[in-house]
Every structure is written in structure tokens, then in C-alpha cells.
């Protein structure tokens, strides 16, 4: 196979007589991404996930992916120790696994020196991480992230307004994620409004799936930027950002399908797609999404100094430990009439946004100067 | 990006009676499955397996089916919860039993003790009816799961 299958794993000790230690490097790795624990966090069933991969899954379904057990993502607490774990295993990892590899050689009477040189070879990714042990996770990711979607240009008109952010980051406008026009961001959602009078068929079936990829986006954004929180090397808005746009281009489409649910192959963006008993099933959806989004833009300038100053307020159960000022809850739920909402954006949405009491507006994103 | 590393750990050591067959990507993997122990349904038998990924996995379970091949001869199993047309009727491969701590050993090792466990020589009740008619692919199949014995 492909040099994609080569990554680094607890099996590379079973090559060498260090072979115990595989186990060792199994319990530092996440178990729903396999990956070194990145800003480990323990449920309330005192099972230990990635900050991004636990969130991702209680998200989806509110369970612990071990145990199955009910849990909210106000409840998850840093592991500090696990973190320190890690990071001082990674940064031991290349020199006793080349150690174990040299034994080995030995073992084998293979000592000459070409042999030698070859181990030394196929072990240079290991040796990198030895000057940098900290940042050996993330480099990966993001040479992962970066080669196969740059040139993906399907999402645009969900990422339109988040590109722009990239590369206009000066200008302090954001775009308005339908027509592209730019303007000052508590101006979007008022501006979103004249859109919302479909003329066409075909202007009502773009409106409700940007309005719909709008929703995930924002999701995804919240879970990021919560993880993000609990890091002790919390990454920058320009890095946050960043990663959202990978995210968008490749989960934010597949969640994007799946929300379309339970109706079969058709999706929203399909050419085939049914608009118009989309639109009439589900106007009242989206009539009570704006309303409610209108709601909350009017008063927006105070409650976000409001929400800022008071920090949140934290409830009690949490310990206050976990819940900084930067997290952000979503509201507790997204439409007025569950009853309404198309199934899969239930799934999708009111379980994420269970069991959180707390409503802040929209946050700002547009990356610092 | 989510999926590749994690899918690449399955290479090393395989359970016994599982084979990797291709992987060609990340979003469609085809594994051959044998039951080892001498049931005599499944009495040297091979089985081909397909998976496919979504973007979300592991947040989302793969799709798993049964697939036919002439050469090298590979059938779909009888069995009380696997259709004719290969698709699997089991919880963990479903919105409610999948975790993202499941990998694509332990789907196969699933499959395989399911297989092992199974005495009945027949199809899912209603089999003909539901391969006939069903255009569906298997995740937006709602199975009611009631039974746990087989």
C-alpha cells in the first residue's frame, strides 16, 4: 500500500525486544482517533479523549463512545496528567524505539553499517519530533489536512465569507454568506433578511441549504473553539480559522449530507433535490430560525457586554473548573417547535444544543490583525 | 484527514480468519472474513466484506455489506440477520450501537462471532420482499434490533 499507511503506532514496538512498551503507548492514545492524546479530557464515567474527539462524539450523540453512558460536555475535565504523559513519552519515543531498532539489528548479526544507515533512514520523521516533541502532533495534522483539499472549490458558497476572512482579514467586514456583498458583521444578519423573500423556486432551495450549512458551520465552530479552550497551548484565532475551513470543506459536507436524513440518496445539494416540498415542509423551520436569529442581533451590542463581563455564569455542578470564559454554550434549543424540525437537524442540533443552559450570541471570529 | 490515519492501523497484525483485501482510499475497504471453528455452515467458506467510510467516521459508523464474487468464489452467508443482498442487520453498525471506539477489526470480528454463534439455516423473515423492493442503502434502513441470541 501507500506511504499514507506508514504512520507511527504502538506496533512499531513489536518489531523490537522493547515489545512491552506497546501497551504502554496504547493507553496514551485516544481511542476514537487512535491519535497521542491531544488536550486529554475525562468524562463523569472517567474515560479519557481527546478535548476535540469527545466533544465531537457527545455532540453526535451525548454518550461516552466506551461505555455508552449519558454525559454532557460541560462535565469534561482536563486530565493534566495524561497530558504530561504524553508529552514527555513523545519526546522519549524516537530515541528508545531507534535504540530498540539498533538492538535488534545487533541481535541479528545485521550490524554493517549500510544496514545501519537504513534504519536511520525510515526513522527521520521520529527524529524531527525529537527537537520539537510538542508540536509533533499537530505538524502531522496539518500536512494531512493540507495536501488533498486545497483545491476543492465545491464548498464555496458555504466558505465563501470564511475565505474572504482569510484573506481579507484587515478589512473588518464579513461577508454575507449568500450574495458575497461585505459589510459590518452585526449588519449580516439583518442583511440575510432580504433574501429571505424567495421569488423563485430555486432561490428557496439555495436559501435553506446555506441557511442549513450556516447551522453545522456553526456547530463546528463551537465544538473547536471549546476544545481549543481546554488546551494548555490553545492554538490562535488564524490557526482556529484555518482548521475550521478543512473542517467545513471536509466534514462540514458530510454532515451537511447527512442532515438531509432518513429521505433516501437526494440531498439538498443535488440537482434532482426536491426544493419546493422542501421549502413548504420545512418553512416554518427556517421562518422561526430567522426570527429567532433576529431576536437575539437586535439587543446584541449590549448582551455581549453583558455575557462578557459577568464570564458566564457557570453552573454549579461543574466546578467552575472547566467552563472558562471562553466557552461557549449553545442555546438550549434551536427552534421553537421540535416537532417541526426536520429529523436529522433534531439529531444533528437540539442533542447538541441539550443540556445547555447558557445562550451567548454569535461570536466574533474575524482573526486579530 | 479525520479518517486516513486511523484507518491506516489496521494493516499489522489482522485477527486470524481476517485478511485485509484492497484499499485502495480511504473510502471503500474490502476484507475477506472465515469462521475458524467447525461450524458446518460456514465450513471453509470465504466471505467478502465491503466497507465504506464517510467523511465523519469514526463519529459515524461505516456502511458494512456482504458482497459476491464468482472468482475467487465468495458468497453471502446464510444467516438469520444478513439479507441475501449482503446488507447486515447488526447494532453496532447502526446510529445506536456504533461508537467511535469500533474499528474496522472489531466490525470484523463482530461479524465473525455472529457468524460462529448462528445455528439456524435461513434467511431474515421476509427476506425476498425486502431484497425485492429495497433501494435503500443501509444506513437509512431503520432495523428494529430484538433479538440478541444470534
Not at chain 1, 506511504?3 to 496504547?26: G, H, I, K, M, R
Not at chain 1, 423563485?200 to 473553539?225: G, M
Not at chain 1, 467552575?320 to 434551536?334: F, R, T, V, Y
Not at chain 2, 471506539?101 to 454463534?117: H, K
Request: aromatic fraction near 6%.
Amino acid at each position: 500500500m501507500d506511504s499514507s499507511f506508514n504512520v507511527a503506532d504502538s506496533s512499531d514496538w513489536l518489531e523490537t525486544p522493547l515489545s512491552y512498551l506497546a501497551p504502554v503507548e496504547q493507553v496514551l492514545r485516544c481511542q476514537v482517533c487512535k491519535d497521542f492524546f491531544d488536550t486529554p479530557m475525562i468524562t463523569s464515567c472517567s474515560h479519557t479523549f481527546c478535548s476535540l474527539c469527545i466533544r465531537r462524539c457527545l455532540t453526535n450523540d451525548g454518550r461516552c463512545p466506551v461505555c455508552r453512558a449519558n454525559d454532557q460536555e460541560m462535565k469534561l475535565r482536563s486530565n493534566a496528567i495524561i497530558q504530561e504523559l504524553v508529552d514527555v513519552f513523545q519526546t522519549a519515543r524516537p530515541i528508545v524505539l531507534q535504540l530498540g531498532k539498533e538492538v535488534k539489528a545487533t541481535r541479528d548479526g545485521l550490524v554493517k553499517r549500510a544496514k545501519k544507515r537504513k534504519i536511520e533512514d525510515t526513522d527521520i520523521d521520529d527524529e524531527e519530533n525529537v527537537d520539537k516533541p510538542y508540536n509533533g502532533r499537530r505538524k502531522t495534522r496539518s500536512q494531512q489536512q493540507s495536501n488533498p483539499f486545497v483545491v476543492e472549490p465545491s464548498m464555496d458558497q458555504a466558505m465563501g465569507d470564511q475565505k474572504d476572512g482569510d484573506l481579507q482579514p484587515d478589512d473588518g467586514l464579513a461577508a454575507c454568506p449568500i450574495c458575497k456583498a461585505r459589510m459590518k458583521e452585526e449588519a449580516v444578519f439583518t442583511h440575510l433578511d432580504i433574501h429571505n423573500k424567495p421569488e423563485t423556486v430555486a432561490q428557496a432551495e439555495a436559501e435553506q441549504s446555506r441557511l442549513t450549512i450556516l447551522l453545522h458551520f456553526f456547530i463546528s465552530i463551537l465544538i473547536s473553539v471549546n476544545a481549543n479552550c481546554d488546551s494548555r497551548r490553545p492554538r490562535t484565532k488564524r490557526e482556529l480559522l484555518h482548521e475550521l475551513d478543512i473542517w467545513d470543506k471536509t466534514q462540514g459536507r458530510q454532515v451537511y449530507n447527512s442532515s438531509n436524513g432518513g429521505g433516501g440518496s437526494s440531498s439538498v445539494m443535488d440537482k434532482d433535490f426536491d426544493g419546493a416540498a422542501w421549502a413548504t415542509s420545512h418553512d416554518s423551520d427556517f421562518q422561526n430560525l430567522i426570527a429567532r436569529a433576529r431576536r437575539k442581533t437586535k439587543p446584541k451590542a449590549e448582551d455581549i457586554r453583558t455575557t462578557e463581563e459577568s464570564n458566564v455564569p457557570v453552573p454549579e455542578h461543574s466546578n467552575g473548573n472547566e467552563i472558562l470564559p471562553n466557552h461557549i454554550l449553545l442555546a438550549s434549543k434551536i427552534t421553537d417547535d421540535p416537532d417541526r424540525v426536520p429529523q436529522a437537524q433534531q439529531d444533528n442540533v437540539t442533542s447538541a444544543a441539550r443540556n445547555r443552559p447558557v445562550e451567548v450570541p454569535f461570536v466574533d471570529l474575524e482573526p486579530e490583525d | 484527514m479525520f479518517a486516513s490515519k486511523r484507518l491506516g492501523k489496521i494493516q499489522k497484525s489482522l485477527p486470524p480468519g481476517i485478511d485485509l483485501v484492497s484499499a485502495p482510499d480511504f473510502k471503500e475497504w474490502q476484507m475477506d472474513i472465515r469462521v475458524l471453528d467447525s461450524n458446518p455452515l460456514y465450513l471453509n467458506q470465504t466471505y467478502r466484506l465491503r466497507f465504506r467510510f464517510s467523511n465523519n467516521y469514526p463519529i459515524e459508523a461505516p456502511e458494512v455489506t456482504f458482497t459476491t464474487l464468482t472468482t475467487p468464489p465468495r458468497p453471502i452467508p446464510i444467516h438469520p440477520h444478513v439479507y441475501s443482498n449482503g446488507i447486515i442487520c447488526l447494532d453496532l453498525l447502526g446510529t445506536q450501537g456504533w461508537s467511535p471506539v469500533q474499528n474496522v477489526e472489531s466490525v470484523c470480528m463482530s461479524i465473525q462471532s455472529m457468524l460462529t454463534g448462528n445455528t439456524k439455516n435461513e434467511r431474515p423473515p421476509g427476506n425476498e420482499e425486502f431484497v425485492a423492493r429495497n433501494t435503500q442503502r443501509p444506513r437509512d434502513i431503520r432495523f428494529v434490533y430484538e433479538d440478541s441470541s444470534v
